[in-house]
């Protein structure tokens, strides 16, 4: 019998196009207008149309298109959208000063879908349990987006607009991402709670903290899946910039995450696990990227 939600069979029919070029793709975009959709890795475009939830009548596909790939080092560094997320788990120029993202990147499911999955689909897919969300936040990266009328930049924060919504205009599209050097004596972490090793976050976090002596000089924390968009915990920041790292601070800050936050309860998790594991998850990032740091164990 007919299964609308079988996932093994992909329902409608569809043209498929591998442009070469940014300017084949925006061409196709005006010729194919709304019934068309990109696809990069396709891991999570291709699980929508065989739920029936999506259904272009064609798929353009990225793959192809050099303008969007690789990693370059140029004043920071700016990642390209098909960069797979398994690249980016193997980059050592991203391991150096920006571990918590090639963390996040190493909790990323199983092996076919990190070798498929790209950073841009994971972005441009904007599921507020993104893993690698929390991490670009932290580090105040940039979308660079490109569209026939050229290039624009938006802070990563203002490129999520709602659950599966972002502020991408029509015929435009995510070119990359630019992350700046992060200040010395900076170190990151990226924590994530899920059913089973290599699942969708009930919860992650990511913290960036730059240490000065005993002191937390900044520090900046996202967590992702506690709220319609990957969120930084401004509150919990303030409450910790400037002061001493010790278990007091730490406890504020935990408990300030948890009331910032906007936790749902669905299929996952609960809306009050998901706020006690709030807590949890980024006081051990705290702490892991204190020590990260040089700081040794917090008193
Ligand atoms: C079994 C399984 C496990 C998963 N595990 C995880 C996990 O652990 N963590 C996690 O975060 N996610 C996970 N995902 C979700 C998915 O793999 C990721 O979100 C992945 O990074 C999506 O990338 P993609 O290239 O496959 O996106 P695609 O499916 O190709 O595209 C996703 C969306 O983004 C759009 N898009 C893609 N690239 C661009 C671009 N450059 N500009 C504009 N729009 C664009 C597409 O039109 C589409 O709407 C999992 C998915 C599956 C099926």
């Given at each position: 019998m007919y299964q609308p939600t079988n996932t093994h069979i992909l329902v409608p029919e569809f043209e498929y196009e591998r442009p070469e070029t940014l300017d084949q793709v925006f061409s196709l975009l005006e010729e194919h207008g709304a019934t068309a959709r990109l696809i990069a890795g396709g891991t999570d475009i291709l699980v929508q149309m065989k739920l029936e939830r999506a259904a272009p009548a064609c798929l353009i596909s990225l793959d192809r298109v050099e303008e969007l790939g690789g990693i370059a080092d140029d004043d920071g560094l700016v990642i390209g959208a098909t960069t797979a997320i398994r690249d980016l788990a193997a980059c050592e120029p991203v391991r150096r000063g920006h571990a918590a993202l090639v963390e996040a990147c190493r909790s990323f499911s199983t092996t076919a879908i990190s070798v498929m999955g790209t950073l841009g689909g994971n972005l441009c897919n904007a599921s507020p349990a993104a893993d690698t969300a929390p991490p670009l936040l932290v580090f105040d990266a940039s979308a660079i987006l490109v569209s026939r009328q050229g290039e624009r930049r938006l802070p990563l924060e203002a490129f999520f607009t709602g659950p599966g919504e972002t502020a991408l205009g029509e015929g435009e599209l995510l070119r990359a991402v630019h992350l700046a050097e992060p200040a010395p004596g900076t170190a990151s972490a990226f924590l994530k709670v899920a059913r089973v090793e290599a699942d969708i976050a009930k919860v992650n976090a990511a913290v960036a903290l730059t240490r000065d002596g005993r002191q937390v000089a900044q520090v900046a924390i996202a967590l992702g899946a506690v709220a319609p968009v990957p969120m930084r915990a401004r509150r919990a920041e303030a409450s910790l910039a400037?002061?001493?790292?010790d278990s007091a601070a730490l406890a504020e800050a935990t408990q300030l995450v948890e009331e910032e936050i906007a936790s749902i309860t669905d299929v996952r998790a609960t809306a009050e696990y998901r706020n006690h594991a709030s807590g949890v998850i980024v006081r051990d990032a705290l702490t892991t990227a204190w020590r990260r740091a040089g700081g040794g164990e917090p008193q």
């Amino acid at each position: 019998m007919y299964q609308p939600t079988n996932t093994h069979i992909l329902v409608p029919e569809f043209e498929y196009e591998r442009p070469e070029t940014l300017d084949q793709v925006f061409s196709l975009l005006e010729e194919h207008g709304a019934t068309a959709r990109l696809i990069a890795g396709g891991t999570d475009i291709l699980v929508q149309m065989k739920l029936e939830r999506a259904a272009p009548a064609c798929l353009i596909s990225l793959d192809r298109v050099e303008e969007l790939g690789g990693i370059a080092d140029d004043d920071g560094l700016v990642i390209g959208a098909t960069t797979a997320i398994r690249d980016l788990a193997a980059c050592e120029p991203v391991r150096r000063g920006h571990a918590a993202l090639v963390e996040a990147c190493r909790s990323f499911s199983t092996t076919a879908i990190s070798v498929m999955g790209t950073l841009g689909g994971n972005l441009c897919n904007a599921s507020p349990a993104a893993d690698t969300a929390p991490p670009l936040l932290v580090f105040d990266a940039s979308a660079i987006l490109v569209s026939r009328q050229g290039e624009r930049r938006l802070p990563l924060e203002a490129f999520f607009t709602g659950p599966g919504e972002t502020a991408l205009g029509e015929g435009e599209l995510l070119r990359a991402v630019h992350l700046a050097e992060p200040a010395p004596g900076t170190a990151s972490a990226f924590l994530k709670v899920a059913r089973v090793e290599a699942d969708i976050a009930k919860v992650n976090a990511a913290v960036a903290l730059t240490r000065d002596g005993r002191q937390v000089a900044q520090v900046a924390i996202a967590l992702g899946a506690v709220a319609p968009v990957p969120m930084r915990a401004r509150r919990a920041e303030a409450s910790l910039a400037g002061r001493v790292f010790d278990s007091a601070a730490l406890a504020e800050a935990t408990q300030l995450v948890e009331e910032e936050i906007a936790s749902i309860t669905d299929v996952r998790a609960t809306a009050e696990y998901r706020n006690h594991a709030s807590g949890v998850i980024v006081r051990d990032a705290l702490t892991t990227a204190w020590r990260r740091a040089g700081g040794g164990e917090p008193q």
